[in-house]
């Protein structure tokens, strides 16, 4: 059974779902979750918000939205997936083209990621301060991103933030802008394979070590 549901928060509906026993299967977009997907065996749900969601501070104060505010970005700081800050670095998009987004996790230690994939058709990333712990499908064990490091995440590839230095960014380029971030409850990271020639979508992890 599969039900379409409007709600004003996705917060507050989500959380009685999970103590339910429903899991988190998609959401969209993760810059500023507007639409989330659950299941239960043979049932599923989708929320899907009402209004756009209100921008809102870090979790610890609002120092750094503050700070972000008067450096002038485009649209402040939005929680997004996985507890994440997110901002646009273009203002419409370039017509839902694509998205340049600034992406800051405030706290260190364990980010509360999970295996995941993105339906797009161009993804990249590049870390601009501190440290970041990344694994990818078929790429070998877990690996640092630090300032200057970048990746091409290949369409649908498998990957996962596990943990990360205080206050450490990236930027994140996405195409299209908006695009379903599915969950993948089966796999677990690092997988068994090494297969860093894989073509994924048509495309290849590309990775790029500042330090080298």
């Known amino acids: 059974m599969f039900r379409t549901q409007e709600c004003d928060d996705l917060d507050t509906e989500i959380e009685p779902l999970l103590k339910d026993g429903y899991r988190l299967d998609m959401i969209m977009p993760a810059d500023a979750p507007r639409v989330v997907q659950l299941s239960k065996k043979d049932q599923a ?5 009402r209004s756009e969601p209100d921008q809102k501070p870090p979790k610890g104060g609002t120092q750094n939205y503050q700070e972000a505010a008067e ?3 485009q649209n402040g700081w939005i929680r997004g997936r996985a507890g994440m800050m997110y901002r646009d670095l273009i203002t419409d998009r370039l017509g839902g083209t694509m998205a340049a987004s600034h992406i800051r996790l405030a706290g260190g230690g364990p980010v509360p990621d999970y295996v995941h994939y993105h339906k797009v058709e161009f993804q990249m990333i ?3 301060k501190g440290r970041i712990l990344v694994v990818y499908e078929d790429q070998g064990e ?4 630090e300032p200057g490091d970048w990746v091409i995440q290949p369409p649908q590839i498998r990957h996962r933030v596990l943990e990360c230095e205080a206050g450490s960014e990236v930027i994140e380029i996405s195409m299209p802008a908006e695009h379903e ?8 990271l690092p997988t068994s394979d090494y297969r860093p020639d ?8 590309v990775r790029h070590v500042s330090a080298r």
């Not at 971030?181 to 677990?188: A, G």
């Open 126 to 128: 590049r870390c601009i």
């Open 181 to 188: 971030t599915w969950v993948d409850h089966d796999m677990t």
């Open 71 to 73: 450096a002038g970005t």
């Open 198 to 205: 894989r073509d994924f979508g048509g495309q290849r992890v």
């Open 142 to 145: 877990p690996f640092w991103l």
């Open 45 to 49: 749900v989708r929320l899907v918000l």
